[in-house]
């Protein structure tokens, strides 16, 4: 019953004794929150350390501080890659604190020349690993009570859910039934019966894909953290008929995680037989490699047998866990060097240093600390120079191509002191001239150079040494490699990209049957179908199961509709008809119809206005 307004009017002229009315108390409330004192007393109670440390835990294992963390850690990965880091290329990391003094102590208190064993970017990694175990944890344990659960039973009102349609059978409603247990089971739907309902869900790999995706992350960083601690990088240069093995002395610079140990390299090794290049000579792409592949013989243990096989550029050599990539080539001039008194004080290969990648011109040095002149007396020489593998006199000291068409080797002579017996270190491509005097011509005006072709002899003005071209061979630069997490990094990319394709484009749903005996006789069929998400595809695929269901339950004929009475006009004949057909439409319109259609287009207004069922509502039902 409606309360009029002399009714409320009434209300408040009497209030109840010794209170206030039900708008001096809305106002009061009303009042209290418009003000600005500040509140007498608030009772907060107080969390603990263990209600703070659930506080915490929640926040930390959040969806929202979780992609928060993965931001963090995106952005970490920047400066690593701008700032050069110590652990790839300390002549870099050099150059550039030469080169920014004053941005030097902000990077190394910020830990940008390291960052990927820095501590904050560590404390983003382990949190984020954290916080994606615990957010796994409680969803696999609740995901496993959802496999165990049934489908909900169907709710009330199938009419009010997003998909829905119906249509009446000759069928039996158990039949209908059971014919929709088969359809469902078919089409790999979990199947529960509830009274005259059977329930029907699908798409439980959704939320296997959305679990597969988070612990294919945790993978991802186990690797990376795995690749990180017991990585082993190093190089090794080797010359034809050279070889390696597998020890720390032969690698020319080498590079280790933290928890690396030097007993744990396993023993392998390979010889380099033989390496062959090949350059395009003419067009767009002249000087460009054809054919760059290193000949090797290769052991894997101890006692090993040889094997050979080939090396070429992204086709590394996989032995013991290791990866041997070819990574650069340039050439050796075998030369002998002979002392005053006729002594072979160096014989063999010399590396250079390439100093034109596209031609491969090097440049060469040669140390003798041992050597004596004509005389016998102890000196010193050393040999500085370049190496051109086409050399075209009129081109200047460059190499015009990087094949072996006109090599020439090309050197000057030093004698004095190599600076090598003081215990300082020196580089095998550099040549300290500080204390050596270089070799004159006899005219004493012109300086000492030779451009040597294979077969020449150098001799010493003087001193009575000589040095000769004998040949040249081949180097290849070869890059070792081991990174425990790589296989699992790729297993765990792969599982990634599975799980996200997976948690999109798998949708849970739901679809319920229902068959009951109608006031006719006839067997009334209703369908509907809930997606947990947005489904578009929902009312096509429960179109497709009504159609299937219709060939086991298939629509009753509709009923032909009465014909219309004309009894009065065809016995009098003289009275208007269509008068009288009139008055009685006018007269009589059927109280069954009307009730009917009011009850139909109520329900269709209902059904139009309702909001969309939630999945609650099936399980409420």
């Not at 920047?78 to 920014?100: A, C, N, Y």
């Not at 350059?279 to 760059?292: A, V």
């Not at 119809?593 to 329900?603: F, L, Q, R, W, Y």
């Amino acid at each position: 019953m409606s309360t009029t307004d002399t009714d409320t009017a009434a209300g408040r002229e009497a209030p109840p004794e010794g209170g206030a009315t039900a708008e001096e108390r809305e106002l009061g409330a009303a009042e209290s929150q418009l003000s600005t004192a500040p509140a007498e007393e608030i009772n907060v109670p107080s969390l603990g350390p263990l209600g703070w440390a659930r506080w915490f835990w929640r926040q930390l294992t959040s969806m929202r501080v979780a992609l928060l963390l993965l931001l963090l850690l995106s952005l970490g990965t920047i400066p690593g890659s701008l700032v050069p880091q110590t652990s790839i290329d300390q002549l870099k990391v050099q150059d550039f604190q030469e080169r920014h003094p004053t941005l030097t102590p902000i990077y190394e208190k910020l830990q940008l020349f390291h960052v990927y064993s820095s501590v904050w970017f560590s404390a983003i990694y382990l949190l984020l690993f954290i916080s994606l175990i615990g957010c796994i944890v409680p969803r696999t344990w609740q995901f496993i009570g959802q496999l165990r659960g049934r489908p909900p039973a169907a709710p009330r009102r199938l009419t009010r859910l997003p998909a829905y349609t119906t249509w009446r059978s000759e069928a039996e409603p158990e039949q209908v039934l059971e014919a929709a247990r088969k359809i469902m089971k078919r089409r790999r739907f979990r199947i529960h019966g509830s009274g005259d309902a059977v329930a029907a869900e699908k798409g439980y790999l959704r939320e296997v894909g959305n679990l597969l995706f988070h612990i294919a992350l945790i993978v991802l960083l186990v690797s990376f953290a795995a690749g990180q601690l017991w990585k082993t990088e190093g190089s090794s240069l080797i010359t034809e008929g050279g070889g390696f093995s597998n020890s720390i002395t032969q690698y020319d610079d080498i590079k280790t995680g933290q928890l690396f140990n030097s007993d744990d390299l396993p023993p392998f090794g390979f010889q380099l037989d033989r390496f062959t290049a090949t350059y395009e000579r003419s067009g767009p792409q002249m000087r460009t490699p054809r054919t760059f592949r290193a000949d090797v013989s290769y052991w894997d243990g101890a006692d090993g047998a040889t094997r050979k096989t080939s090396i070429k550029v992204n086709e590394p050599l996989e032995i013991s866990g290791y990866k041997v990539f070819l990574l650069n080539h340039g050439y050796s001039p075998v030369v002998t060097i002979r002392d005053g008194k006729g002594n072979v004080v160096h014989q063999g290969p010399v590396v250079g240093l390439p100093i034109d990648g596209a031609n491969l011109t090097e440049s060469m040095v040669i140390k003798v600390p041992d050597y004596r002149d004509k005389n016998g007396k102890k000196d010193q020489i050393g040999f500085q120079g370049q190496f051109l593998p086409t050399w075209v006199r009129s081109q200047g000291m460059f190499s015009v191509f990087p094949a072996l068409d006109n090599p020439t080797l090309v050197l000057t002579a030093y004698h004095g002191s190599l600076g090598v017996d003081g215990g300082t270190p020196q580089s095998v491509y550099q040549l300290d001239k500080s204390r050596m005097k270089q070799f004159m011509e006899p005219d004493g005006k012109t300086k000492f150079a030779r451009a040597l072709k294979v077969g020449d002899t150098m001799k010493l003005p003087g001193s009575g040494g000589t040095l000769s071209f004998d040949g040249v061979k081949e180097w290849a630069s070869f890059q070792i490699s081991h990174k425990p997490g790589d296989q699992g990094a790729l297993i765990g990319a792969v599982a990634a990209l599975v799980g996200l394709a997976g948690s999109l484009f798998i949708q849970r749903r739901r679809v319920w049957v229902r068959a009951v005996r109608g006031d006719d006789g006839t067997t009334v069929v209703e369908m509907a179908g809930l997606g947990r998400s947005e489904y578009a595809k929902l009312p096509e695929e429960l179109a497709d199961l009504a159609v299937r269901l219709q060939t086991d339950a298939p629509p009753a004929p509709e009923a032909e509709p009465d014909p219309e009475p004309g009894r009065d006009s065809a016995k009098e004949p003289g009275k208007d008809s269509t008068k009288d057909a009139g008055k009685d439409s006018a007269k009589e319109p059927t109280k069954d119809s009307g009730k009917e259609s009011t009850k139909d287009s109520a329900s269709e207004s209902a059904s139009d206005t309702a909001d969309p069922a939630d999945p609650a509502e099936g399980a409420r039902a």
